[in-house]
């Protein structure tokens, strides 16, 4: 086909760009919050250690009263609280990440 005409397309990506920068910029603020988040949620779990349940507010399952005769306490999953005090968070990179800590022992 002689003298065909071939459509093509230019976008002016130049205003989308501008707003992803912007947007960017403000997720890198977001480190306070985040900060705030993980405390909370560092604060919360460690609260539920104590009241023996899990985030639904399902009360853990009861020792056997083998395991509770040779138990130190009588909570669960808290003999060291080891466990329970090794729960972190780190925000990096815009990022907030919840976890459990190594300890070296």
């Known amino acids: 086909m002689a003298?065909?005409?071939?459509?093509?397309?230019?976008?002016?990506?130049?205003?989308?760009k501008r707003k992803l920068g912007s947007l960017a910029k403000k997720a890198s603020g977001l480190a306070p919050v985040l900060?705030?988040?993980?405390?909370?949620?560092?604060?919360?779990?460690?609260?539920?250690?104590?009241?023996?349940?899990?985030?639904?507010?399902?009360?853990?399952?009861?020792?056997?009263?083998r395991y509770k005769k040779k138990k130190k306490g009588p909570k669960i999953l808290t003999e060291s609280h080891r466990l329970r005090e090794s729960i972190a968070y780190a925000v990096r990179n815009g990022n907030l990440k919840i976890s459990l800590a190594h300890h070296k022992g």
């Open 35 to 65: 900060k705030n988040i993980g405390e909370y949620k560092r604060d919360a779990t460690k609260e539920l250690f104590d009241e023996q349940q899990d985030p639904q507010g399902v009360k853990w399952a009861a020792l056997s009263e």
């Open 3 to 16: 003298g065909a005409f071939t459509p093509y397309v230019t976008i002016d990506d130049r205003d989308l």
